[in-house]
């Protein structure tokens, strides 16, 4: 089959796509390469395709050879504005530097048949990174016919990403953890909210059973400290077919000592309760449907370069392999899910596809909401939480469930009666008998409660000021309460995210001015923890000095204070509620929370 036969064959999973951060530079260009002298670090691209005088096809590359953008037509006359984000470090290509250290700066080459273009620009920018631990069957190959899909994945994604391509030849669990230019260099890079896919095992030929699973753990655990999301894969199949027209042990990645690594991999996803995206089992459905012959060019061939392998990829390869790792990441409800871009078409008749041909559309993500009457769902036309108006700033792939109670502290809402009206020798109340409310058990259920790529929002600290039980809460056990729930949450692959009390309207003249507490055990939580969090408390005070809510006599029911918040100083009107939800909202963006990729 020809090359151009197998990509109309699967040309469901060959997604032409772009990539998005920000820029501005001054480039040299030879031909149809630009060069810009940056530093490392990450860029958003900008580029006019097309041609005044003639049609023209572009695609764009950038870097070791990393696709951003499969190759587009355009008509003489016609522009197209492309966008996408790109991570300029060095060595360009592979961490251990196999294929040296590349060219300085940021490169970005034209590709396609007539390949057209003007107002190359290039500015920094910092997003959300997707880290990709890995081995050749991953990387970015600056030499050769050899495409890692991580290489190829750039395409597939849309803006609001960087790939960080770590991926190395060679490379096993083992030599990740012993080489210093491998995960010791890579785990300091990442920032809380990125997510990590770990693809190893090709190179674990002769790696026992228990060290094995021993490195996963410690790769999981490692990006885990540093507030990340690891992600583990299990390999790419190899083209190996036995006479039943199945692929052969080796070909599914069992090594030499007879360990299923694949198996492996999935049963300590499921321990870690890390999320899994199955490479394998979907790499292994695409070649079996194919059947050996058809499935050849996913691999490189003698034919067409000039070396047969059965474990690397061509780049129809490297971009097909990408696609079922899209599929997966959507699949899996993780952030990046929200940065898929969706199948171009309908399935080949003759590939099997895993997943649905719109899985990223599909994906649902939950937000789950752990607070107070600031956050709750109304009872009445007044008050109205923000919780409330939160679902309304999503689109469809997105379900806000709010259990939020008027009145509770962090500990009531966990414990409700059971918290009783004594103090402990430390100053805190008692909790008989120590188990939890149901709200809590139903959001920790197995079945129906928190899911990977799920979101859990927590905003407590208005009445755990109380002194009295059974409300009142200490910092310390109210840092400790936030743990455990953020712990809950991460254990189930959900990504918690934390805020500071929502603060009331007290004006000091003509100025709002803060007057909450519980601040310090909050920021405290996250950064013990890796969680981001929403300073929701000075982000209301800073709304309502912009609004001019102050100066205020104290009637909370006439003009602008009265339409922003019920008869008191704390509670909102729907039209505060919504207000201050679109508070939160622009948060997530400007911290690059992975939901944001989800707002409207």
């Known amino acids: 089959m020809s090359r151009a ?44 395709l097309g ?29 197209r504005r492309e966008v996408f984000d790109v991570n300029v470090r060095s060595p360009e290509s592979m961490p251990t530097g196999e294929e040296g250290t590349g060219t300085p700066g940021l490169q970005v080459h034209l590709t396609g048949s007539h390949p ?24 970015d190959w600056l030499n050769g016919p050899k495409r890692g899909w991580a290489q190829e994945l750039p395409q597939l994604l849309k803006p609001g990403i960087v790939v960080a391509n ?7 669990t083992v030599s990740w953890l012993s080489n210093p230019r491998l995960f010791a260099t890579v785990q300091p890079l990442i920032q809380p909210g990125d997510e990590v896919l770990i693809q190893l095992a090709h190179n674990d030929k002769t790696t026992p059973e228990a ?31 036995g006479t039943n027209g199945k692929l052969t042990p080796t070909g599914l990645v069992v090594n030499t000592l007879g360990v299923n690594l694949p198996a492996v991999i999935r049963d300590v996803a499921g321990k870690l309760g890390t999320p899994l995206v199955d490479l394998t089992a979907r790499s292994q459905a695409l070649l079996e449907k194919l059947g050996e012959s058809a499935s050849w060019p996913i691999y490189l061939t003698t034919q067409h370069d000039g070396v047969q392998d059965s474990t690397h990829f061509s780049e129809y390869g ?19 899910a929200a940065f898929v871009k969706t199948s171009a078409g309908a399935a080949p008749d003759c590939a099997t596809q895993p997943a649905t041909p719109h899985a990223a559309a599909a994906a649902t993500v939950k937000v789950w909401l752990a607070g107070d009457s600031t956050m709750a769902d109304p009872k009445s036309s007044c008050p109205v939480g923000w919780g409330a108006r ?18 509770r502290s962090i500990q009531t809402w966990l414990y409700e009666s059971n918290v009783t009206g004594t103090k402990n020798s430390a100053g805190e109340c008692v909790v008989s008998p120590n188990a939890f409310a149901q709200r809590w058990r139903d959001m920790l259920d197995p079945a129906n409660g928190m899911h990977t790529g799920d979101y859990l929002f927590i905003q407590f600290g208005i009445n755990d000021s109380d002194r009295n039980c059974p409300r009142h809460v200490g910092p310390a056990r109210y840092q400790s309460l936030l743990t455990t729930m953020v712990d809950a949450a991460k254990s189930r692959g959900a990504h918690p995210v934390l805020l500071t009390p929502v603060a009331a309207i007290t004006c000091s003249g003509n100025t709002a001015v803060g007057n909450r507490g519980f601040l310090a055990p909050t920021t405290a939580a996250g950064t013990a923890t890796g969680t981001p969090v929403i300073d929701l408390h000075k982000l209301s005070y800073t709304l309502y000095n912009t609004l001019k809510l102050c100066p205020n006599n104290g009637d909370y029911t006439k003009g602008a204070v009265g339409a922003f918040f019920c008869n008191d100083h704390t509670h909102f009107e729907a039209a505060g509620a919504d207000r201050i939800a679109r508070v939160v909202a622009k948060a997530l963006r400007d911290q690059k929370i992975g939901l944001a990729g989800y707002l409207k």
């Open 5 to 48: 036969g197998f990509s109309a064959r699967v040309a469901a999973l060959l997604v032409a796509g772009l990539l998005v951060s920000e820029g501005a530079a001054g480039a040299t260009t030879a031909g149809v390469d630009y060069s810009f002298n940056v530093p490392p670090g990450d860029y958003e691209v900008t580029v006019t």
């Open 51 to 79: 041609s005044a005088s003639q049609a023209a096809q572009t695609g764009v590359q950038v870097e070791a050879l990393r696709t951003v953008l499969a190759p587009v037509n355009t008509r003489a006359g016609e522009f």
């Open 116 to 139: 057209a273009a003007s107002n190359v620009s290039v500015k920094p920018v910092r997003r959300p990174r997707l880290f990709v631990v890995s081995d050749s069957t991953a990387s």
């Open 166 to 172: 770590y991926a190395d030849s060679g490379e096993s």
């Open 211 to 241: 060290t094995f699973r021993a490195n996963l753990g410690k790769l999981v655990d490692g990006v885990r400290r540093r507030g990340g999301l690891p992600v583990l894969v299990t390999p790419p199949v190899r083209h190996l077919f």
């Open 318 to 336: 490297g971009t097909v392999m990408a696609g079922l790792v899209t599929q997966g990441i959507a699949d899996a409800h993780l952030p990046a």
């Open 390 to 407: 939160f679902d309304a700033l999503f689109t469809d792939q997105v379900t806000v469930v709010n259990k939020a109670v008027s009145g």
